[in-house]
């Protein structure tokens, strides 16, 4: 995705990793509503990790070490990065009419104040995407790097999908991103609902989520619709200890989904679902 995403380190730390370690238990102590708002906001570089006095010394130690290097370098985590980025996009959608790649992104046009924009829904909430900022409505939290996604969506365009699922390893130049998919969504949300396959129905609808019944040999098949064209599917398997069998969780996408979303962007929207699905779990046992 945009300039900036292609600069960060394979190993960069995400929300999610941070997110791993902490209590899980969203008391608020370090002044914000969830863990994961916490965790999200030291990795943009917004918030100290010190803030939460439940940490784990020993567990954080090589996270923040990680941490500086990734902002002291300012890998696109820093409010500048995200700036420079923005700032590219909003040049780049000016060249777009938008009244005509409205049909195909399954957005509808507005007129606000007499600025041509455009209405879409991105995870079950409509935003609105503008040559100056993309907002949501009504007024709600939406950060730099989602507007970042959106935008990327609106400039790369869409084609129809082909209906066919894959897995990462099947799309075209993702080799270096499979890793990455693992690490940051698959093994966490494999280890999360392992032995808790009950929850999920109920934390995929948190979520917007459908369960969908499939030929396929799988405990849980979910799909998200993150933008209009673009879904995620998700399928889970628990664990089965007697057969020495851990849980796993595989991502699937439209077989045609890097033809207009470059693969940055494919992952941040994994990881985004990865988060939304992890918070939901855990606002379920709060
Ligand atoms: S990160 Fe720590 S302080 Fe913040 S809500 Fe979670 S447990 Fe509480």
């Excluded at 394979?10 to 863990?35: H, M, W």
């Excluded at 000016?94 to 509808?108: F, N, T, V």
Aim: hydrophobic share 40%; charged share 30%; proline share 5%.
């Amino acid at each position: 995705m945009g300039s900036s995403r292609s600069e960060n380190p394979k190993n960069r730390v995400t929300p999610v990793d941070l997110y791993q370690i902490t209590p899980k238990t969203n008391c608020g102590e370090c002044g914000f509503a969830s863990c994961l708002a916490f965790a999200t906001q030291v990795v943009v570089g917004q918030a100290e990790i010190g803030l939460c006095p439940y940490l784990d010394d020993e567990k954080t130690e090589p996270l923040k070490t990680r941490l500086t290097d990734q902002l002291a370098k300012g890998i696109g985590v820093k409010r500048e990065g995200f700036q420079k980025a923005l700032d590219f996009l909003r040049e780049e959608i000016k060249k777009w009419d938008l009244k005509k790649i409205a049909p195909s992104l399954g957005a509808e046009v507005r007129v606000i104040d007499g600025v041509t924009v455009l209405e879409l829904e991105y995870f079950g909430k409509k935003v609105i995407v503008s040559e100056s900022d993309v907002s949501q409505v009504p007024e709600g939290d939406i950060d730099p790097w989602e507007k970042i996604f959106i935008y990327n969506y609106v400039i790369g365009g869409v084609v129809e999908p082909s209906g066919e699922w894959v897995g990462m390893e099947s799309l075209p130049n993702s080799v270096s991103k499979i890793k990455s998919l693992r690490s940051h969504c698959e093994e966490p949300l494999a280890k999360a609902f392992a032995g808790k396959m009950n929850a999920l129905p109920e934390v995929i609808k948190k979520v917007g989520g459908v369960v969908v019944e499939t030929d396929v040999q799988v405990d849980v098949v979910a799909d998200f619709q993150i933008l209009p064209k673009l879904k995620i599917r998700i399928q889970w398997w628990d664990e089965e200890p007697d057969e020495g069998f851990e849980a796993k969780a595989k991502f699937l996408f439209d077989s045609r989904v890097l033809e207009t979303l470059d693969i940055e962007s494919l992952l941040f929207a994994c990881e985004q679902l990865t988060d939304r699905l992890l918070d939901a779990l855990n606002n379920l046992r709060v």
